[in-house]
T-cell receptor, first 115, second 112 residues
Framework: GDSVTQMEGPVTLSEEAFLTINCTYTATGYPSLFWYVQYPGEGLQLLLKATKADDKGSNKGFEATYRKETTSFHLEKGSVQVSDSAVYFCALSDRGGTGGFKTIFGAGTRLFVKA | ETGVTQTPRHLVMGMTNKKSLKCEQHLGHNAMYWYKQSAKKPLELMFVYSLEERVENNSVPSRFSPECPNSSHLFLHLHTLQPEDSALYLC???????????FGEGSWLTVV
C-alpha cells in the first residue's frame, strides 16, 4: 500500500540556517504530494503541494520538488526564522475508491529554530 | 478566518460523561473527516464522510460515534471515554474530486 516516510525529529537549527526535511514515498498510482505545517496549539495548514513529476511547490520561502525517480519530496528553506518553529508533515494523496482521494500522512518532523 | 471551525477548542470530561465535538466547514466541500492526533503517534484517520455517507471507518472504538447531518456539519459524539482517548481531534474537509484537505484548529480533549 501507499506510505510516506519522513525524517525523525526534532530538528534544531539556529536562525538563518538552511533547512532540509527529507520525505520519501511509495505509491501504486500517480499521487499528489504535500507539505502541511502545524504551529503550536493549532491544526494543520497546507504549506505547499505538487501534483506531478518535476513540479516544484513553493510558499513562504519553502520549496519542495516532486522527484519521481527517487520517490522523494524533500522540504527546503534557505534561511529559517524563529517563527518557522512547528511540526511539518509530508503527505500524499492518491485515488481511492468511489473516485475520491485518499490522503496518507507521514509521522511529522518537529522543527525548533533558536534565535 | 479558517474555513473549518471546530467547537469547543478545549474539553475536559469524566469517563462517564457524554459530550460532542462540533465541526462546520464554510468551503462548499462535500467530504469531511475526523482525525485523532496523540502525542508521539502518527495522525490517525478516524472517519470519512463523503456526500453525507460514511465511507470509511478505521476500526475506531464504538465509544466514538460520528454524525454528519449535511455536507457542512460534522459531529463526534463521545461516550464513556478512557484516559488514553485524550488527544487533539482534528476536523477537516475537502472537495471530493480534489485532493487538498483543509483542517480546523482542533479540539483538545482531556479525559479524567
Amino acid at each position: 500500500g501507499d506510505s510516506v516516510t519522513q525524517m525523525e525529529g526534532p530538528v534544531t537549527l539556529s536562525e538563518e540556517a538552511f533547512l532540509t526535511i527529507n520525505c520519501t514515498y511509495t505509491a501504486t498510482g500517480y499521487p499528489s504530494l504535500f507539505w502541511y505545517v502545524q504551529y503550536p496549539g493549532e491544526g494543520l495548514q497546507l504549506l505547499l503541494k505538487a501534483t506531478k513529476a518535476d513540479d516544484k511547490g513553493s510558499n513562504k520561502g519553502f520549496e519542495a520538488t516532486y522527484r519521481k525517480e527517487t520517490t522523494s519530496f524533500h522540504l527546503e528553506k534557505g534561511s529559517v526564522q524563529v517563527s518557522d518553529s512547528a511540526v511539518y508533515f509530508c503527505a500524499l494523496s492518491d485515488r481511492g475508491g468511489t473516485g475520491g482521494f485518499k490522503t496518507i500522512f507521514g509521522a511529522g518532523t518537529r522543527l525548533f529554530v533558536k534565535a | 478566518e479558517t474555513g473549518v471551525t471546530q467547537t469547543p477548542r478545549h474539553l475536559v470530561m469524566g469517563m462517564t460523561n457524554k459530550k460532542s465535538l462540533k465541526c462546520e466547514q464554510h468551503l462548499g466541500h462535500n467530504a469531511m473527516y475526523w482525525y485523532k492526533q496523540s502525542a508521539k503517534k502518527p495522525l490517525e484517520l478516524m472517519f470519512v464522510y463523503s456526500l453525507e455517507e460514511r465511507v470509511e471507518n478505521n476500526s475506531v472504538p464504538s465509544r466514538f460515534s460520528p454524525e454528519c447531518p449535511n455536507s457542512s456539519h460534522l459531529f463526534l459524539h463521545l461516550h464513556t471515554l478512557q484516559p488514553e482517548d485524550s488527544a487533539l481531534y482534528l476536523c477537516a474537509s475537502s472537495q471530493q474530486r480534489t485532493d487538498t484537505i483543509y483542517f480546523g484548529e482542533g479540539s483538545w480533549l482531556t479525559v479524567v
